[in-house]
Nanobody, 132 residues
Framework: EAQLVESGGGLVQAGGSLRLTCTTS????????IAWFRQAPGKEREGVGC??????????ADSVKGRFTISSDDAPRKNTVYLQMNNLRPEDTAIYYC???????????????????????WGQGTQVSVSS
């Protein structure tokens, strides 16, 4: 069974950093794109960024460009995706989720995107709180 488990959330002051971890199991990570989403109280879930694990390409939302970085581990059978968050702001406070989308089968190149409907495997989320 394919599973995603997020960890690493917590409380941090504005300007601080956190690293979130998405641990995957039950599937081959290189055949999937992994995205990070977040949902603040009273707001819709929004995409933060994603990584194509076959080509190691990334895509970020404008609100986090230059502050957040997504990467995968380098192990031969990698199963972990990270979200490094620097220079955190109070508006980054949210529950953060990782989600997976299968790269295959497909015709043509994979189009990276932050559309919630694209991703069909989700973790349970981890809380990130940023104080001012």
């Amino acid at each position: 069974e394919a599973q995603l488990v997020e960890s690493g959330g917590g409380l941090v002051q504005a300007g601080g950093s956190l690293r979130l971890t998405c641990t995957t199991s039950g599937f081959t990570l290189e055949n999937y794109a992994i995205a990070w989403f977040r949902q603040a109280p009273g707001k819709e879930r929004e995409g933060v960024g994603c990584i194509d694990n076959e080509h190691d390409e990334t895509l970020y939302a404008d609100s986090v460009k230059g502050r957040f970085t997504i990467s995968s581990d380098d192990a031969p059978r990698k199963n972990t995706v990270y979200l490094q968050m620097n220079n955190l702001r109070p508006e980054d406070t949210a529950i953060y989720y990782c989600a997976a989308d299968r790269l295959y089968p497909r015709t043509g190149p994979y189009h990276m995107n932050l559309d919630i409907q694209t991703y069909d495997i989700w973790g349970q989320g981890t809380q990130v709180s940023v104080s001012s």
